[in-house]
Nanobody, 119 residues
Framework: QVQLVESGGGLVQAGGSLRLSCAASGRTLSTDYMGWFRQAPGKEREFVAQMRWNPVYTSYAESMKGRFTMSRDYAKNTVYLQMNSLKPEDTAVYYC????????????WGQGTQVTVSS
């Protein structure tokens, strides 16, 4: 089992920044990928960014490239999502997810953290 706890969401004005955190615990050595997803009201959940653990490789959704940066702290078993130049359309619940070795999809999810960007 892998437990994921997100934090760092909140209300920010357009053009502002937020940094989300996702602390992982449990069987973290079995992690293959960590990812961020988001879901806006009335919309499907969408991919934001992901990072492969070994070898390290990060990828982003096209609309987030250049504005969002995913990083990690090995010692803290934590991944981060730095979000800059936020837009009202970035408003959503942001979820952290983990895909463990041998799995083909994300199989662990956090509870989500709300990000609201005002215009």
């Amino acid at each position: 089992q892998v437990q994921l706890v997100e934090s760092g969401g909140g209300l920010v004005q357009a053009g502002g920044s937020l940094r989300l955190s996702c602390a992982a615990s449990g069987r973290t050595l079995s992690t293959d990928y960590m990812g961020w997803f988001r879901q806006a009201p009335g919309k499907e959940r969408e991919f934001v960014a992901q990072m492969r653990w070994n070898p390290v490789y990060t990828s982003y959704a096209e609309s987030m490239k250049g504005r969002f940066t995913m990083s990690r702290d090995y010692a803290k078993n934590t991944v981060y999502l730095q979000m800059n130049s936020l837009k009202p359309e970035d408003t959503a619940v942001y979820y952290c997810a983990a895909q463990t070795l041998g799995e083909s999809t994300y199989n662990y999810w956090g509870q989500g953290t709300q990000v609201t960007v005002s215009s």
